[in-house]
Every structure is written in structure tokens, then in C-alpha cells.
């Protein structure tokens, strides 16, 4: 059994789960209720350390506004002042016992579909409440053992319609208008989650409009788009071309709202659960 680690601001560290930018995620009790908590944890080392101050208070005030199953909660954002000046911030959070698309083992089709249905369920609920997520990638989507899903790190969310002063976002999937600063609305998540899609199905990314650069920091010429199905010749059409649209440069190409791309998905996993069923009763009468 793990030991305590570290008592701060009120919670008890077990162990650190992970990093991201500039921050860390611990493993932690709350001393309130002693429940189960993550925690993430930045420290004000240098002035750009601000930005993700702020990240970590959007966050807070995102998750605080949608609940639904496939969104992690945020409880508590709790700041550490010396001399009036914030050095620390906490944010505690749900802990889900889960890993990240991009560590997880292979996952049969079926299955990569069933957890894009749900990472675009969750988004779904966001957009009804008139937010988009702007990072959905694979490290933001945790996956646990019997196959549910978190989306998490809200940080970048923001109103639909938003303009952003900054290029935000994650440079393999970003969308067009998050590079030119338009105005943010649920084609940009589509954009974002297409490309997650496009990474999952054949382990490349999209190109994007941040271009790619060497070790030399030599920019490296984009290659053209190729399909799924070009790339991967057992790919169901129908589920290639999905991705596709998802990741059109000009979003009025692209479905028109998230149910658009939760429809078309369950109607793929319907085909391959039957095509599965179809090929299991043919092996079982040949037997």
C-alpha cells in the first residue's frame, strides 16, 4: 500500500500519476471527506508559468458547467498566496483509474469506434451548453479496463464563437480556424476529434496548417492527405470517409454538428457488430 507522500493545501498526496504543461497530477485524498481525488498541482516558477494559471482556472470553470459521464469533474481550485502574489495553484478533480488513448493497447475496431462515440457523446454536451473543448487529442481521452472514457484537461475550452488572441491548440491536430484565430465553434472539436480519429485508424497524423519541422528546425514539405482506406486496405469505407469530412479545411464542409458524426458512428458499429455476428454463426454452422 502506497504511503502518504506530501500533505498540501488540505489534500493528502499518494503518488504522482503524471506531468503536462508545467503541471503535475497526483494520486491524492481529500482530508474534507477522505475520498479519492486527482489532483493537479502547478507551481509559479517564471512568468509564463501565468498562462497556465489561467488554463487551470478556465478548467475549473468549465467542468463546473457540464455534467455529464464522459466530461471529468473539477471539485475545488484552491490558490497559494505569498505576499499576495499566487506561487501555487490546486485543482482537485475526479479520479478515474484510466490511461490515455495513446498509451493503450491496440484496440480491435469495433472498439475504436465505441470510444469515438463516446468522446463525441461527451462533446456533444459541451456544445449544448455552448462550449467547445479546442484539444481534443489522444493524451486528452482516458480509457480504464472495462472500456469507459474521461475527456479530459478543459483548460483551452472556451464559448462557442470565440476569437483567440493566440494560436492554442495541439500543432498534429489543429484545426484551420484555431490557426487563424476565427471564431471557435463544434466543427472545431469535429476537426479535432477527425484527426484523433485519422491517428487512431492508421498511427499518422493530418497535416495541419502548423507545419512540421526537423531536428535542424528545417520545416519538412507537407505530404497530401491520404484516406484511411489508402492507407489501411481492410478499412471500411463508410468509417474512412467519416474521418474525412471530420477533417475538412473549411469547416461549413465538414458535418454539420457532433449528433451528425454520432449517427453516422453508430450506424458503423451496428454493420460491424452484425457482419461479427453474421461470421460467428457461419464459423459455428461449418463446424
Not at 185 to 205: E, K, V
Request: proline residues 6%.
Amino acid at each position: 500500500m502506497a504511503k502518504n507522500i506530501l500533505n498540501v493545501g488540505g489534500f493528502t498526496i499518494i503518488k504522482r500519476l503524471g506531468t503536462g504543461a508545467r503541471s503535475t497530477i497526483y494520486l491524492a485524498t481529500n482530508e474534507h471527506d477522505k475520498t479519492k481525488i486527482a489532483l493537479k498541482r502547478v507551481i509559479y516558477e517564471r512568468p509564463e508559468d501565468s498562462r497556465i494559471f489561467e488554463q487551470v482556472e478556465t478548467e475549473y470553470k468549465i467542468a463546473r458547467k457540464i455534467d455529464h459521464p464522459y466530461v471529468r469533474k473539477c471539485y475545488k481550485l484552491k490558490k497559494i498566496r505569498n505576499f499576495l502574489k499566487t506561487t501555487e495553484i490546486l485543482l482537485s478533480m475526479e479520479y478515474f483509474d484510466g490511461r490515455s488513448l495513446e498509451d493503450s493497447p491496440t484496440l480491435s475496431l469495433i472498439d475504436v469506434l465505441l470510444v469515438f462515440r463516446m468522446v463525441a457523446s461527451g462533446l456533444n454536451a459541451m456544445h449544448q451548453n455552448g462550449l467547445v473543448h479546442c484539444d481534443m487529442k489522444p493524451n486528452n481521452i482516458l480509457i480504464n479496463k472495462t472500456g469507459s472514457i474521461k475527456i479530459i484537461d478543459l483548460g483551452q475550452s472556451c464559448k462557442i464563437g470565440t476569437k483567440k488572441q493566440r494560436i492554442q491548440g495541439t500543432p498534429d491536430y489543429i484545426a484551420p480556424e484555431q490557426v487563424k484565430r476565427k471564431p471557435l465553434g463544434p466543427r472545431t472539436d469535429i476537426f479535432n476529434l477527425g484527426a484523433t480519429m485519422y491517428w487512431a485508424l492508421t498511427g499518422q497524423n493530418v497535416p495541419t496548417l502548423i507545419p512540421k519541422k526537423d531536428k535542424l528546425g528545417l520545416t519538412i514539405p507537407q505530404k497530401q492527405c491520404q484516406a484511411p482506406h489508402e492507407l489501411k486496405k481492410q478499412m471500411p469505407l463508410p468509417i474512412s470517409k467519416l474521418v474525412m469530412d471530420c477533417v475538412k479545411e473549411d469547416p461549413a464542409e465538414r458535418p454539420s454538428n457532433m449528433m451528425a458524426v454520432i449517427s453516422r458512428l453508430d450506424i458503423m458499429v451496428h454493420s460491424l457488430m452484425g457482419n461479427k455476428i453474421k461470421a460467428n454463426k457461419n464459423a459455428s454452422n461449418n463446424n
